[in-house]
C-alpha cells in the first residue's frame, strides 16, 4: 500500500469516509497498484522466504494492490485480505474474479485498532504496507502480528516517505518549489496526527519479540512519460495535500487550487513534466 491508501485505510478504520468518498480514495488506491506495480513486484521479489508461503494475511488492504502482487508471486498462496472498508473489499474480490484468481482470495471486513482480531489462521506471511503507522496501539498490533504467524513464519512491513513529488523543482513557474513547502505543511500536520508515519520499525519490531532478517529501501523515480495515469495520479495525490495544507500562504494555496482545476489551462493534467519520485522501505522479521 502506498500513502494514498494509508490514508484511506486511516478515514476508514476511524469512520470518516461515506459512499462518494470511499469510491475516491478506491480510484486512488488503483492508480497507486497500476503506477507503482514494479516497485511492489520488486519488493515482493526480495522477500527472504525459505518456502513459498500458502497462506498469507494482507493487513489494510485496500483494493489490492499488495495482494495481487504477492498472488502473483507467490503462486501456491492464499489471501485474506483484511481491510474496514466493504467498498474496498468488494472492489478486490470484483478484481480477483475479473483475474481468474478469486478461489485464492478470501475478504474479511475488520476495524484492526479492537483489541480482538478476527480469526485469520496461522499465516505462513502476514503482510501490511504503509497500515502499521495508523494503528491506534502499534505496540499492541505488532504483539498480535507476532502471535498470529506460524512458526518460522514472515512479517513484511512496508512504510514510505510520504506522498510522491511530481513536479519539477522551479514548478509552477508563479510559484517556483510549491509542491516542497506543500510537503512541509503536510509533514508538520501527519507529525501530529500520525507520528509513525516514517518511522523506524526496525527497534519496534525488535521490541515485539521479532528478529529483523532483512531492510530494502526501493527508490521510486518514474518519468511521467513512461504512463499516461500519472498525471491522475498526481492530481489525487495533490488533492489530499492539499487538505492538509491549511498553512501555506494565500499565494501557495491560489497556486495549488490552479493545478488542480481541472478545467484551468494550468492544471496538472496539462503538463508534461511530471514524474514520480519517492521512496519505500521494507522489513523482514520473523518470530524470534
Known sequence: MTEAQAHAHHDAQHGHHHQ??????????DLDAEVLAEHIAAITEWLPVKTGPRQIVDLASGTGAGTFALLERFPEAHVIAVDASPGHLQRLREKACARGVGDRVC?????LDEAAWPDLGKPDLVWASASMHHMADHDRALRTVHDLLTPGGLFAVVELAG???????????????????AHAATDRFHAEHVPHRGADWGPMLSAAGFTVEGELTVAVDIDGSRHEAIGRYALG??????????????????????????SSPYSILRRDDLAVRTERTVWAARPS
Not at 107 to 111: I, W
Not at 163 to 181: K, M, V, Y
Not at 237 to 257: C, M, N, P, T, Y
Open 107 to 111: 475478504t474479511v471486513q475488520a476495524d
Open 20 to 29: 462518494q468518498h470511499d469510491d475516491g480514495q478506491a480510484e486512488m488506491l
Open 163 to 181: 506522498f510522491p513529488r511530481f513536479l519539477p523543482e522551479n514548478a509552477p513557474e508563479d510559484r517556483p518549489g510549491l509542491e516542497e513547502r
Open 237 to 262: 495525490a495533490l488533492q489530499r495535500i492539499r487538505g492538509a495544507a491549511e498553512e501555506l500562504s494565500a499565494e501557495d494555496l491560489a497556486a495549488l487550487d490552479r493545478l488542480l482545476d481541472t
